[in-house]
């Protein structure tokens, strides 16, 4: 069983940044493709962002990639969500997940954290 927890959202006003992390319990953390993911009020979770076990390969969604960063530590357990050029409509519950490979698909993740608010004030 893999815990995750997330930390590092917060109020911030747009184009402004915050680096989410999200530390996992599990010393075979770096076994698992991590992904994050948001849920805005009254709309479905989405896909934000995907990395490979090794960090070598990454995947965004569309209104994110060249804003967002994600990357990981596997010696600290830890997976990254750097967000840069913050937008009112990037305001939601961010999530990490862990699962066989870094995928779009949130039904693939087998572990999911608890989420950390993100609010970007106009």
């Known amino acids: 069983q893999v815990q995750l927890v997330e930390s590092g959202g917060g109020l911030v006003q747009a184009g402004g940044s915050l680096r989410l992390s999200c530390a996992a319990s599990?010393?075979?953390?770096?076994?698992?493709?991590m992904g994050w993911f948001r849920q805005a009020p009254g709309k479905e979770r989405e896909f934000v962002a995907a990395?490979?076990?090794?960090?070598?390969?990454?995947y965004y969604a569309d209104s994110v990639k060249g804003r967002f960063t994600i990357s990981r530590d596997n010696a600290k357990n830890t997976v990254y969500l750097q967000m840069n050029s913050l937008k009112p409509e990037d305001t939601a519950v961010y999530y990490c997940a862990a699962g066989g490979r870094p995928t779009h698909r949130v039904g693939e993740y087998d572990y999911w954290g608890q989420g950390t608010q993100v609010t970007v004030s106009s």
């Open positions: 990395i490979s076990w090794s960090g070598s390969s990454t």
């Open positions: 599990e010393r075979t953390f770096s076994n698992y493709a």
